[in-house]
RNA sequence: GUGGGUGUAGCUCAGUUGGUUAGAGCACCUGGUUGUGGUCCAGGGGGUCACGGGUUCGAAUCCCGUCAUCCACCCCA
């Protein structure tokens, strides 16, 4: 073969696509019922668009290039960027909270892996405009409804819950300046991922005192909010009441019926220097594969982007770890699409039969096929079973019979009949994406 | 960007210490029961053995390079 996909891409054949529909519509549909609007905005943005918030280091994993009039163009790697430019340049005509979801397809320059391509769709959901925790519990939320929709209880997948102002507060606690938060930050990230030993160099190395690793690691380790106000001591004011908004979350989540699947965790940081409060993870249960999705609270994004100082709270979930997971599971659902009917010309010379009935079945909204070729029944029938037809419409001159292929049952009438009204004698499809 | 594994038919894979015309199953196509299916039987198409170079009388097989793919690291928006 001369050509072949692009590294990190993938070809959607009819099995593949109709397993990539499914998961867009589940997304949408839940989005919708959760109060979510969707938005979307171009797949080029200007380059600049993705160097407000991250460095170099992000620049260099950008498809990128200048277009023919020397603009610097990207291919976006997320759409927070390009969420946060759509808010702003509306952001005093939209009502608050803002409640927009999105299905964006995204690129990446980076090396595939297992759950990572340089082509993918991530399901967005973000809330701006609202400073209070119950927009973060909306937004795990929803995550869980689709989760669960897709047939994953809590005993496959979990939500762990982080604080970003309580883990920087344990930090100042052990000792680590205000200057030197981000390395130590990004040391804690990393911690569930490497050995003790390798964590305690790491972590001297980001310039956290080696005799506070303990006491950092019991917090981080902590079960239970009592637990972590204890390891913060007296603490300040502004620590005591974020241990109190991750109580109302924990509370809000109760509240929905999805509490099963949170859990505290304070070993969450998430990698972006930009989160501000509640972080989350979530994690299949066997903790084998990469994040399922992931978000958090992030306040001061849309001021980065030359916006108002707004509140905003979101997560991204990917399609490749999510697809991997739910195959591990068996949850995925059978999309063989199959045809409502197929017609069959029972006698010779019916071809203008066969076009006349199909073509009223398929004006009626259903979906029906007939064989290209004209010939024997045993055929075409065997053809109607390939194509996995619920129904095979056989007909004769005057009389058609209607045999459903399932039980083998026929019964059979007059063709006008039928046409009259065929929902009668057949059941279609309530697969929507037949 | 770095490291390791793997590249034989559309798919899953055989292919014996290098030896003549490269195989199987599934899938696909055609035919068989003068016509009501899933079975069965017979036949058929399809491979420059990833690509390029080297060693050899001879390479799918050994060596080098390139590319692709998988896994891991970096990073993870």
């Known amino acids: 073969m001369k050509f072949k996909a692009v590294k990190g891409t993938r070809d959607f054949y009819p099995d593949r696509m109709a397993m990539r529909n499914y998961l867009a519509e589940t997304w949408r549909a839940v989005s919708l019922?959760?109060?979510?609007?969707?938005?979307?905005?171009?797949?080029?943005?200007?380059?600049?668009?993705?160097?407000?918030?991250?460095?170099?280091?992000?620049?260099?994993?950008?498809?990128?290039?200048?277009d023919r009039g020397g603009r610097a163009l990207a291919m976006r790697p997320e759409i927070t960027p390009t969420l946060a430019r759509m808010v702003n340049a509306q952001i005093n005509s939209l009502p608050r909270p803002i409640k927009w979801f999105s299905l964006p397809r995204l690129f990446r320059a980076e090396n595939p892996q297992k759950g990572r391509l340089r082509e993918f769709f991530q399901w967005n959901i973000d809330i701006i405009g609202s400073d209070?925790?119950?927009?973060?519990?909306?937004c795990i939320f929803t995550a869980i409804d689709c989760l669960r929709e897709m047939g994953l209880s809590a005993d496959d997948?979990?939500?762990?819950?982080?604080?970003?102002?309580?883990?920087?507060?344990?930090l100042r606690l052990a000792g680590v300046d205000d200057s030197a938060m981000e390395p130590a930050l990004a040391a804690l990230d990393k911690r569930p991922k490497v050995s003790p030993d390798a964590f305690a160099e790491m972590a001297v190395a980001a310039g956290i005192p080696a005799d506070s690793l303990d006491k950092l690691c019991a917090f981080q380790d902590a079960e239970g909010l009592s637990d972590v106000a204890a390891s913060l001591g007296e603490g300040d004011a502004n620590s005591a009441g974020e241990i109190a908004k991750l109580e109302s979350l924990m509370g809000y989540l109760d509240n929905m019926g999805v509490g099963d699947?949170?859990?505290?965790?304070?070993r969450i940081v998430r990698g972006l220097a930009y989160y501000t409060g509640i972080v989350y993870e979530i994690f299949d249960a066997a903790g084998s594969l990469r994040a399922v999705a992931g978000g958090g609270r992030y306040d001061?994004?849309?001021?980065?982007?030359?916006?108002?100082?707004?509140?905003?709270?979101?997560?991204g979930m990917g399609d490749a770890v999510l697809e991997i997971l739910l195959a591990e599971k068996e949850k995925l659902p059978d999309l063989s699409a199959g045809l409502?009917?197929?017609?069959?010309?029972?006698?010779?010379?019916?071809?203008?039969?066969?076009?006349?009935?199909?073509?009223?079945?398929?004006?009626?909204g259903i979906a029906a096929d007939f064989s290209a070729k004209r010939q024997?029944?045993?055929?075409?029938?065997?053809?109607?079973?390939?194509?996995?037809?619920?129904?095979?419409?056989?007909?004769?001159?005057?009389?058609?019979?209607?045999?459903?292929?399932?039980?083998?049952e026929q019964t059979d009438m007059s063709i006008d009949e039928f046409l009259e009204k065929p929902l009668a004698y057949i059941k279609i499809s309530d697969n929507p994406f037949l």
């Open 340 to 364: 409502d009917c197929f017609v069959i010309d029972g006698e010779s010379n019916l071809l203008e039969k066969v076009l006349e009935v199909v073509g009223r079945l398929r004006q009626g």
């Open 33 to 66: 019922r959760n109060g979510f609007v969707e938005f979307d905005g171009p797949v080029l943005e200007y380059l600049d668009l993705f160097s407000v918030k991250s460095g170099d280091e992000i620049a260099s994993q950008l498809f990128s290039f200048t």
């Open 261 to 266: 699947y949170c859990k505290l965790d304070l």
């Open 132 to 138: 209070s925790v119950l927009a973060d519990a909306e």
């Open 157 to 170: 997948v979990g939500v762990r819950i982080g604080s970003r102002p309580l883990t920087v507060a344990a």
């Open 300 to 315: 001061n994004l849309l001021k980065l982007f030359g916006g108002p100082e707004v509140g905003a709270t979101g997560f």
């Open 376 to 408: 024997a029944v045993g055929k075409q029938l065997k053809e109607a079973n390939r194509r996995n037809a619920r129904y095979a419409i056989i007909l004769r001159a005057d009389t058609v019979g209607i045999k459903n292929l399932a039980t083998g």
